[in-house]
């Protein structure tokens, strides 16, 4: 019983983080082409944080892994916070309006 909630919580934690992933990538990258390089490398370096053996590498290196749940806080804010008030919102934006 026990080992098939830990698969389920392993199938969840690498659905979760692999959706991140991708999410924050594309956000990079689109932040490279149109608004600026610092914000794009921020956004493809959260997105390898994302990444499911980063958090194993991690837990290898130090023995600890972070929460999906902390995880899934940091994704949520730093999403609401693009979408809401970034650079790249306002030229899709802009683009749609034409």
Sequence with gaps: MNSKIHS????????????????????????????????GLFYLLLAVFYLPFTNSILFKQLGFAIPLWIKTLVALILLWGTLAVGDLMEIFEAWMLR
Excluded: E, K, R
């Design 8 to 39: 389920h919580n392993n199938n969840v934690h690498l659905t979760f983080s692999w959706i991140f992933a991708i999410i924050f990538f594309s956000l990079g990258i689109l932040n490279l082409i149109f608004v600026h390089p610092i914000p």
